[in-house]
Nanobody, 126 residues
Framework: QVQLVESGGGSVQAGGSLTLSCVAS????????MAWFRQPPGQEREGVAALTTDGANTYYADSVKGRFTISQSQDNTKNTMYLQMNNLKPEDTAMYYCAAASHVVHIFSREEWNYWGQGTQVTVSS
């Protein structure tokens, strides 16, 4: 079982920045997939960015490429994931969720992710 806890959400004006964190705990062994999803009000949950914990791969949705950066802690535990969000836009307003899985085929397919955090709210005003 894996537990995920997000933090770092808040309210900012358009053009501002925020950094989200996700701390993972529990049974994590070997290479893992970790991701950020978001769910705008009244819309479906969508993938934003993902990585593999071996450092080999990162993935981004087209809507955030060049503005968001996903990374993980560099200590031996590698149990914290970050999402640096720059040049935020009102359309980035959403609840942001951390997700984890031991293996994923379709990286932003919600159904393939086993573990989810409770979410952290990001609100961007114009």
């Amino acid at each position: 079982q894996v537990q995920l806890v997000e933090s770092g959400g808040g309210s900012v004006q358009a053009g501002g920045s925020l950094t989200l964190s996700c701390v993972a705990s529990g049974y994590i062994r070997g290479k893992y997939y970790m991701a950020w999803f978001r769910q705008p009000p009244g819309q479906e949950r969508e993938g934003v960015a993902a990585l593999t914990t071996d450092g080999a791969n990162t993935y981004y949705a087209d809507s955030v490429k060049g503005r968001f950066t996903i990374s993980q802690s560099q200590d031996n535990t590698k149990n914290t994931m970050y999402l640096q969000m720059n040049n935020l836009k009102p359309e980035d307003t959403a609840m942001y969720y951390c997700a984890a899985a031991s293996h994923v085929v379709h990286i932003f397919s919600r159904e393939e992710w086993n573990y989810w955090g409770q979410g952290t709210q990001v609100t961007v005003s114009s």
